[in-house]
């Protein structure tokens, strides 16, 4: 996964340029496709597209190496501080599970 930094403040999503200073994002760099749960909650009642889905974990994962964090769906359950790993990507919705590693 790439991560893109400027001022200390890094993203997973491209951007031309920093939002606090407005000069070029140029630091880039790959970072592992791994993680901790640092949030989540269990969406019960979904928006139409997603209703068959319901119930499912929505997740804020602290990114491995990296101060970024990624909204991310879950399958299972998951509790704060869980590591987890990308399983694939939907329609641009990043899709994780659980993982053994620390």
């Not at 496709?33 to 928006?47: K, R």
């Amino acid at each position: 996964m790439r991560v893109y930094e400027c001022c200390g403040v890094e993203s997973v999503t491209k951007k031309v340029y920093c939002s606090i200073c407005r000069q070029e994002i140029k630091n880039e760099r790959e970072v592992p496709d791994e993680g901790t749960v640092y949030s989540y909650t269990v969406i019960h009642i979904a928006p139409a597209e997603y209703a068959e889905l319901a119930p499912y974990v929505v997740a804020l994962v602290q990114l491995k190496d990296s101060k970024a964090k990624l909204t991310v769906r879950i399958y299972g359950d998951v509790q704060i501080g869980d590591p987890v790993q990308l399983d694939q990507i939907v329609d641009g919705t990043y899709i994780y599970k659980k993982s053994n590693a620390a």
